[in-house]
């Protein structure tokens, strides 16, 4: 009740701000999205269902017992009826009654915020989804690793010593610091309009510096959440492409609320999210021309730290 009572405010306050951003623009949502929408509203339900299952066979059992105690000859040691089950069987059955009214509230949510697709940013905001989370450098694309030259997938499988090699090989490799290609003497050696050219590119930038992206990114660009609701119902976050907005696959999860503590302490704030001590630094390219936002730093034993 308490929750549903805080998250009832919460999902007033999100409508509100929703009916006064309405731009009156409509978007075409697609199946893999509706998809994942149904996928996570019936997991809940299978829950709920499970625990009922657990809670009946429970107090069958009971009811058994019950039925056999009652019939029979009292032992001869004199040991009384002790249902021990009944101590599982209630419990069982008061997770079903709170996971069945979480559902039925999540249902609502949903229901109130399934017409709404919000445009978000690629990084900060109340909720964590992927693609939602900013993107961090020193990685290359697989295809790049074949360009003449290059050892970063090599040195990334001589470094590989627990095996991991297919989790990264599919998405990006490792820059090597010393790859005549990647590297860093490779980062430092670009004049400033070819580096503002490549700004995008991951192997410029220090594993621990998000990458610059856009001011205004086009529409077609933007990543969003459908059905977005607070607490109860993350939404789903889905990627737009000309009028569509689609999920990824139907297997998505909904994004997660932040939590207070989460914001409170900023990851980027700690030691190892920090850039070197200035007395390395190379020179500092600006990025405007570019249009993108900030200034790269480069470091003379160090990849570029992006500073918005």
Known sequence: MAE???SSRQLRAIRQLAERLKDGSTVQVGPNALSAERRALIQGRWVTAGLAGLSV????????????????????????????????????????????????????????????????????????????DPSYGNGIDPEEGDAPGCFCRSEAQR???????EEW??????????????????????????????????????????????ETEPPEARTGLLAFAGHAFGGIPVQRTGNVMEAASPSVDPAQELETADAGVPQWAEPEFL???EHGVFDVVDLTPAGLPGIATRYRHGRAWHTP
């Open 4 to 6: 549903a009572r805080s």
């Open 57 to 132: 066979v429970l107090w069958g059992w009971f009811a058994v017992q019950w039925s056999i105690a009652v019939n029979q000859v009292p032992p001869s040691d004199g040991g009384s009826f002790e249902p021990i089950v009944a101590e599982f069987a209630g419990p069982a059955t008061a997770l079903t009654v709170i996971a069945g009214g979480k559902n039925l509230w999540r249902w609502w949510a949903h229901w109130q915020a399934r017409q709404t697709v919000w445009t978000v940013p690629c990084a900060g905001g109340p909720v964590w989804a992927p693609g939602l």
């Open 275 to 277: 850039p070197p001590h």
């Open 169 to 214: 090989s599919a998405d990006s490799i490792p820059a090597s610091d010393y790859c005549p290609v990647h590297g860093i003497d490779a980062v430092n050696s670009l004049d400033h309009d070819t580096f503002r050219s490549l700004a995008r590119a991951a192997w410029l930038w220090d594993k621990s510096s998000m990458l610059p992206s856009r």
């Open 159 to 165: 470094r590989d010593i627990d095996g991991e090699e």
